[in-house]
C-alpha cells in the first residue's frame, strides 16, 4: 500500500531552503519517487543520521533518523543526565519507536567534548562507567538497540544530507548520504529550527561537504 505523504503542520519548505542557504550549503529538491525511502515502522529503534550504518548488514528495516539517534532528544529537549536519557526513551515510546544509538558515533563525541552549540542541554553521563558501556546498558533497560558499525568504516564518506519533512517515512541508510528525519523532530514537540541548527552543525563538523537534498511530493 502506498504510503501518504504529509508533513507535520508547521512545516515551511521555504524556511528549511532560506536556513541551509543562510549558511552557504546548496539547496536541491529531490522527489521522494527518486530517492529509495522506506516506512518507519512502528516498533523500530531510531537511528543515526550517519550513512555508515547502510553497511550495517545486520540492520534490515529502517528506523527514524535524528542526529545521534535518541541522542539528539536528551540534547534539545530531556536532559542530557539520566533522567533525560529516560524521558528520551518515554517520549520515543509514545511515538511507537524505540531507543537507539551506535558505537562510533560522531554526534555523541561532539557532544561530549562540548563542540556543539546548538545543544540545550549538556552532557553528563554518571562517573565510574566507560561511556559505551553505559549506553549499551541503558538500550537494554529501555528495550532499545545500540547498533554496530565496523571498526574499518570509522571514516565518513557522505557527500550531503537528505532531509526528509514526511511523517512515517524515512530515507534508507547509505555510505553517501546522511539522512534527516525533520517531521519526527515536529512530533517530539522541538522547534523546527532547532533540529535544523542541530542537524547542519553537526554534518558541517563531521564532513566538508555543504550540500542538502530536501524531498518533494
Known sequence: MAIELKTH????????????????????????????????????AVQCIDGRLGKNKKIKRHGPKLPGGSY?????????????????????????YRAGTHKYCGFFELWMSGELQAVKHRLELPGGLDHQTWVTMKHKHWEGEHFGIPEEHKEHEEEALIFNPFLGLTSQARKERFGYDHGLIQLLGIPGRSGMRLVAETVEKLSPHRKVEILTK
Open 72 to 96: 539528539s532528544i536528551a540534547a534539545l529537549k530531556t536532559g542530557g543526565n539520566v533522567v533525560g536519557f529516560n524521558e528520551a526513551a518515554s517520549l520515543l515510546r509514545k511515538l511507537g
Open 9 to 44: 503542520h508547521r512545516y515551511s519548505q521555504a524556511e528549511v531552503e532560506s536556513f541551509f542557504g543562510s549558511r552557504g550549503w546548496g539547496v536541491e529538491f529531490v522527489r521522494v519517487s527518486n530517492v529509495d525511502v522506506a516506512e518507519a515502522e512502528e516498533g523500530l
